[in-house]
């Protein structure tokens, strides 16, 4: 499961925000982005002392600046859902052979040897000039 798949499921659901300075913030999450950054509704704000409390209506918190979200168990088993309709979408979907095959690859070609690999190249062609290794005087014509 990866971690945008869950805060993109988690959406309008309540979390838990705690940041690396302390202090954590309780709130419904409106929204996140791929650098994990958030917006929270109708927030509680507490100082990393826990004296200190703040109401706040909306609130944006900078991905790089979470220590770890708290998120509530049924969201979790949500996207476990998702994993495993999409997992059997996909074995659905997987192509069955037999059908269109042919013995060719994706582009027409048959799956065999190189259609270059025994065309006479290389050293061949100084073995049709009597065995000889090139030197400066044999050119090849």
């Given at each position: 499961?990866?971690?945008?798949?869950?805060?993109?499921?988690?959406?309008?659901?309540?979390?838990l925000v705690e940041?690396?300075?302390?202090?954590?913030y309780n709130g419904h999450?409106?929204?996140?982005?791929?650098w994990m950054n958030i917006n929270l509704r109708d927030v509680i704000c507490t100082s990393k002392d826990g004296d200190r409390f703040w109401r706040m209506?909306?609130?944006?918190?900078?991905?790089?600046t979470i220590k770890y979200l708290?998120?509530?168990?049924?969201?979790?088993?949500?996207v476990k859902e998702d994993a495993q309709v999409k997992s059997r979408n996909r074995a659905e979907m997987k192509p069955?052979?037999?059908?269109?095959?042919?013995?060719?690859?994706?582009?027409?070609r048959s799956g065999g040897r190189n259609t270059f690999a025994n065309r006479g190249g290389g050293a061949g062609r100084a073995s049709s000039q009597g065995n000889r290794p090139l030197a400066q005087g044999n050119k090849i014509k």
């Open positions: 499961m990866l971690p945008l798949s869950l805060l993109k499921t988690a959406q309008s659901h309540p979390m940041l690396k300075n302390g202090e954590t999450l409106v929204s996140c982005d791929t209506p909306e609130c944006y918190i900078r991905g790089s708290r998120i509530p168990d049924e969201v979790i088993d949500m069955r052979g037999g059908v269109g095959g042919g013995g060719q690859n994706q582009r027409g």
